[in-house]
């Protein structure tokens, strides 16, 4: 199923491609301050569009990055917690059993 839905989306952005290189034929002229080039503005689009992706895909690097450093830091501190409450669960059934034990010898005598 994935690579049903990944084919048909490289067909749709080929398709789309070739559609914009048609239709905007027009040559710009890309003036930074330390660059002037003219490009066809199919070509400054799909620059633009790559660019746009890597941004965007480094911006979610950074927050997956970010939750599963915080997941990794929750799971360490409900570790502890659990076994902290799992100690207190041991401690109250040995006094518990402490007590029943006492008990037991005072009505012995």
Same mark, same amino acid.
């Given at each position: 199923?994935?690579? +049903?839905?990944?084919?048909? %989306?490289? @067909?749709?952005?080929? !398709?789309? =491609?070739?559609?914009? *290189?048609?239709?905007?034929?027009? /040559?710009?002229?890309?003036?930074?301050?330390?660059?002037?080039?003219? +490009?066809?503005?199919?070509? %400054?689009? @799909?620059?633009?569009? !790559?660019? =746009?992706?890597?941004? *965007?895909?480094?911006?979610?690097? /950074?927050?997956?990055?970010?939750?599963?450093?915080?997941?990794?830091?929750?799971?360490?501190?409900?570790?502890?917690?659990?076994?902290?409450?799992?100690?207190?669960?041991?401690?109250?059934?040995?006094?518990?059993?402490?007590?029943?034990?006492?008990?037991?010898?005072?009505?012995?005598?």
């Amino acid at each position: 199923m994935f690579k +049903l839905i990944s084919l048909a %989306l490289t @067909a749709l952005f080929i !398709v789309s =491609g070739t559609a914009i *290189g048609v239709f905007n034929p027009q /040559v710009v002229s890309l003036d930074l301050i330390w660059f002037k080039q003219e +490009l066809a503005l199919s070509i %400054l689009m @799909a620059i633009v569009l !790559v660019l =746009g992706m890597l941004l *965007g895909a480094s911006i979610m690097l /950074v927050q997956i990055t970010k939750l599963k450093w915080q997941l990794s830091k929750q799971r360490r501190t409900n570790q502890k917690q659990a076994d902290q409450i799992l100690q207190l669960k041991k401690a109250s059934v040995q006094t518990l059993s402490n007590l029943d034990k006492n008990r037991q010898a005072l009505l012995d005598k």
